[in-house]
C-alpha cells in the first residue's frame, strides 16, 4: 500500500478530491492492503479509523466491513481536498521559517530557513497557533543553546522536527503514535534532506519520555504532556517546549513546574486560548 503516492505536478495540489470512510472497530493492518489502489492512509482514533481514498470507494471498505463482524461503517465523506485543510495551503512565513508545500515554488530570503511540508490527510496544515509558537519558541531557544540532540513528541506532519534539524540539532526523533502522522512525517523528513539526522518512530509519547534528549518538544495533549513533566525523564533534560495547552490546562503545568528547580524562559499565548511554555531544567546562572 502506497499510502503517500508523491503526483505532485509543477503547482498542483495532490488530490483533488478526498473520500473519507469512518468505521467503528479496530482495522488491521493486512486489511488495509485490500482497501484498492486509491486508500491514501487510516487515521486511527482509539478503536474507531477514518480512511481515506482519492476515489470513491465504497465497494473496498464494505467488503472489508462485511467479512469482520467487529467493524461498522458509521459514515463517509466526499470534501475537496482545500476543504479538507480549511482553504488552499499557500507558503507562509513563521520567524526565520518559510513553510512551502513541495508543488509550489518559493525562494527564502535571506536568513530564512526553508521547509518543504506536505500535510498529506493529516490534520490540519501546521497553521495551528500552538505549531506557529513551537517554531518560534525553537528559533528562541537555538539563538542562545546548541542542543545536539532533540525528542519531539506528537509530531505530526514533523515540522517541528525538520525546525529542529534546520536550526542545528545533530540528531532528532520524532515519534507519533499514530501511523499515518509517521508516514507523512517520514515523506517531509525525506522531502528536507534530513533523514540521515531525523528519526520517526511510531508509539505512545510516554513511552518515549526517558529517551536521551537535550531539548524536548511536545505539542500534544494536556493529559500525556501532565504524565511526562510527572516522570523521571523530565527532570533528565536541559529544555522543553510543551504546547497545546488552554487556559487552565497551562495554569495547572506552571503549578507541576514550580515544584521543580526549573526556570520558566518564556511564554506565548494566542489570544488567551492556547499557551506555549519554553524552559530550562536546572538553570546555572
Known sequence: MNA?????TGDRIPYQELYIYYVEGP?????????GPDFLGNWIEEDSSFL???????EFVQRIVDKNNKLRLIDEFDFTYEEWQGGKIRPFRVSHFLIVPPWENSQEGDGEKKILLDPGVVFGTSLHPTTRDCLRALVKIYEK????????????TGILAIG???LGAETVLAVDSNPL???????NIRLNGLGERVEVEEGLAEDFADYNSDLLVANIHYDVILKLVKGEGFLKKKCFILSG????????IRFQLSQYPIEIVH?????????????RVNPVG
Do not use: C
Request: charged share 25%.
Open 27 to 35: 482495522l488491521h493492518r493486512e486489511e488495509e492492503s485490500l482497501l
Open 245 to 252: 495547552l488552554m487556559r487552565t490546562q497551562a495554569r495547572d
Open 267 to 279: 511564554e506565548w499565548n494566542h489570544d488567551m486560548i492556547w499557551y506555549t511554555i519554553v524552559g
Open 164 to 166: 529542529a534539524a534546520l
Open 181 to 187: 502522522a509517521v508516514r507523512i512525517a517520514l515523506q
Open 145 to 156: 543553546y546548541r542542543f545536539p540532540k532533540v525528542l519531539d513528541l506528537g509530531t505530526g
Open 52 to 58: 481515506f481514498f482519492s476515489r470513491p470507494s465504497r
Open 4 to 8: 503517500l503516492r508523491n503526483n505532485h
